[in-house]
């Protein structure tokens, strides 16, 4: 039976069930239930804290996980990304008191305040950066350096208006582009189970991404069309029962549906129709 890790709580719990009912995996009902089997999938789910599930996967203890990369750095546990879920992006940067650093080279000899010491020690090492010291601290560190517990914070970054209120500026490269990732352990032989779960999991995310068009187009413009709905490998072309008329299905990105129908439309394509895709395998 595969065992896989789904986060219990935070922004990233609903997104990650969510995401793994859609590929066709039971989930729970009810939030305090911390292990769910699935019978039909032969899966078994264990509901863990987003911080530990990298350390169980890591340790063979489970077969994979979902968790963030932000988290599976920072726990330096001994397990890899294998699929970038797209949910729970986050951007982590540096923050100082406005005009005090300008790169990350000068934080040599500093204190650091971050949640995340396992990342920021090893991005600071990466950078070959030898830091004072980097202090652990829960929750929000923006008032670290105003309590003199810190000279930089290392944080999740969104607009930095919380930042620009405490009196601090971002500075420097990112330190980190994170998102929700499915892991496994490092070096783990493949099974057929988990790259079953990979495969049902590209499908959601296509899903997601793209939408199904069809249209009916005069033969004579047809390769206009096909140039704006190129899909993923190529259109399907049919005739129409009216003489000099086709019909074209093709696979398109969701967030640019719009503006293709617009263009369509345009060079005489008619009856433009859009659907969903709710799953797939390519």
Not at 21 to 32: C, I, L, P, V
Not at 150 to 169: K, N, P, S
Not at 189 to 198: A, I, K, T, W
Not at 208 to 220: N, T
Request: net charge negative.
């Amino acid at each position: 039976m595969l065992r896989i890790a789904v986060p219990n709580k935070g922004s990233l719990s609903e997104p990650a069930s969510a995401m793994l009912h859609e590929a066709g995996y039971r989930q729970r009902s009810n939030s305090k239930e911390l292990v769910l089997v699935d019978p039909d999938n032969n899966v078994e789910f264990f509901f863990l804290r987003p911080r530990d599930i990298a350390v169980y996967v890591g340790s063979g203890r489970l077969d994979a996980g979902i968790t963030g990369r932000d988290l599976l750095l920072d726990s330096g546990a001994d397990a890899e990304e294998v699929l970038e879920l797209g949910l729970a992006r986050a951007t982590f940067r540096w923050a100082a008191p406005v005009g005090r650093f300008s790169t990350v080279k000068e934080l040599a000899g500093t204190r650091i305040a971050s949640s995340y010491v396992g990342l920021v020690e090893r991005y600071l090492a990466e950078q070959g950066v030898e830091a004072e010291s980097v202090v652990k601290l829960d929750g929000a560190v923006e008032t670290a350096i105003q309590l003199g517990v810190a000279d930089v914070i290392a944080d999740v970054v969104e607009t930095g208006t919380t930042l620009r209120q405490a009196g601090l500026e971002i500075f420097g490269e990112p330190i980190l582009e994170s998102e929700a990732v499915l892991i496994r352990r490092t070096g783990s032989e493949p099974s057929r189970e988990v790259e079953q779960l990979v495969r049902r999991l590209q499908g959601v995310l296509v899903a997601r991404r793209y939408v199904m068009m069809d249209y009916d187009i005069r033969v004579e413009r047809v390769e206009q069309a096909v140039a704006l709905t190129p899909g993923l490998e190529s259109p399907t072309v049919s005739p129409l029962h009216n003489e000099g008329w086709v019909a074209v299905r093709s696979m398109v990105p969701r967030r640019d549906a719009q503006r293709i129908m617009d263009d369509l439309w345009e060079i005489g394509a008619r009856a433009i129709l859009v659907t969903g895709i709710h799953a797939c395998r390519l």
